[in-house]
């Protein structure tokens, strides 16, 4: 497994931006795949973004694809979510996983987890 500690939530208006990170260590950050997934109160965790292992591909939900963006970065062992034009549904707590090389959507395909940060968008 891999150790992940998410930074950078926070509470920010409609329309705003956030840029949430995530710093791994462990297991060899160059060959997993990284994601974001929230999860809001009384709903479940839900696929956000996902970046795969040498960065050649990415996905996005529906409800944030063209808002959003993932990264990663080799040297600092680190994966960045860019969030734009945020709405109030954005409001989660956000978590920072990873596995080994390729891109699923799936939560229970993930085994290790940060503990979340949460975002706050108020209207």
């Known amino acids: 497994q891999v150790q992940l500690a998410e930074s950078g939530g926070g509470l920010v208006q409609a329309g705003g931006s956030l840029r949430l990170s995530c710093a791994a260590s462990g297991r060899t950050f160059f060959t997993d795949a990284m994601g974001w997934f929230r999860q809001a109160p009384g709903k479940e965790r839900e696929f956000v973004a996902a970046i795969s292992w040498n960065g050649g591909s990415t996905n996005y939900a529906d409800s944030v694809k063209g808002r959003f963006t993932i990264s990663r970065d080799y040297a600092k062992n680190s994966v960045t979510l860019h969030m734009n034009s945020l709405k109030p549904e954005d409001t989660a707590v956000y978590y920072c996983?990873?596995?080994?090389?390729?891109?699923?959507?799936?939560?229970?395909?993930?085994?290790?987890w940060g503990q979340g940060t949460q975002v706050t968008v108020s209207s």
């Open positions: 996983a990873a596995r080994p090389y390729t891109i699923t959507t799936l939560p229970r395909d993930f085994d290790s």
